[in-house]
């Protein structure tokens, strides 16, 4: 199998902390890591795509200053929300993937559950 | 730009068999994945076709037409626990995947 996990599964913190989300993908190499956030009843919006040594490639929208993304080796990357507030509450998933023959599955982290407050 | 549609919401009896379907215009194809994903949690894996036809797994099937850019999820002999989102994702040609919104599933006895 292919596991990946995410740390903390939840967090609480004050507007204007940081919070530092971390993925890991325990028994294999990620080609590629995905951020994701997913707001309630909504679908899976992808954040930033990451792949290890290079920076961080952001979709429209997300500001890469405010997403900090760093990805170190090739079955770790962190997620950095710097200066949170409320409208930064939502679910954070992470995906890593690794590329095989036709195509690539992407093995889901547990999700991390961000509530500013 | 990529874009992949299914229907936002479904209702089905436990017992029943159901369909689920995606449409899809991506720039080019790598494949095409479902997901279920229940309240909360995050999406776990269900099927992956890259070539036309059926594939079968346990209760669940999952169709690809890549001429018709169509796929469809199907679910017999439903079960109370398959109330969730099945959601539809793409892998065009730069292996960034693109998801669907979701159909949420619900079940009734």
């Known amino acids: 199998g292919a596991v990946v996990s995410q740390h903390p599964s939840w967090v609480i913190c004050k507007s204007g902390t940081s919070v530092k989300i971390e993925c890991r993908s325990l028994?294999?190499?990620?080609?590629?890591m995905f951020w994701y956030r997913q707001f309630p009843k909504q679908s899976l919006m992808l954040m930033a795509t990451?792949?290890?040594?290079?920076?961080?490639?952001?979709e429209q929208g997300v500001e890469k200053d405010k997403f900090l993304i760093n990805h170190a080796s090739l079955t770790l990357s962190t997620l950095t929300v710097t200066s949170a507030h409320p409208e930064d509450s939502s679910f954070y998933i992470c995906?890593?993937?690794?590329?095989?023959?036709?195509?690539?599955?992407?093995?889901f982290g547990p999700g991390t559950r961000l509530t500013v407050l | 730009g990529q874009n992949i549609d299914q229907p936002t919401e479904m209702t089905a009896t436990e017992g029943a068999i159901v369909q689920i379907n995606c449409t899809y215009q991506?720039?080019?194809?790598?494949?095409l994945f479902w997901y279920q994903q229940h309240a909360g949690e995050a999406p776990t894996f269900l099927s992956y076709?890259?070539?036309?036809g059926l594939e079968e797994k346990g209760r669940f099937s999952s169709f690809l037409s890549r001429s018709k850019g169509y796929s469809y999820l199907l679910l017999k002999e439903l079960q109370m626990k398959d109330s969730a989102s099945y959601l539809c994702?793409?892998?065009?040609?730069?292996?960034?995947?693109?998801f669907g919104r979701g159909t949420s599933l619900i079940v009734h006895p």
């Open positions: 995906s890593a993937s690794k590329r095989e023959l036709g195509g690539n599955e992407q093995f």
């Open positions: 028994d294999f190499q990620a080609t590629t």
């Open positions: 990451s792949n290890e040594g290079s920076k961080a490639t952001y």
């Open positions: 991506t720039s080019g194809f790598n494949g």
């Open positions: 076709n890259v070539l036309d």
């Open positions: 994702a793409v892998s065009p040609d730069d292996y960034i995947p693109t």
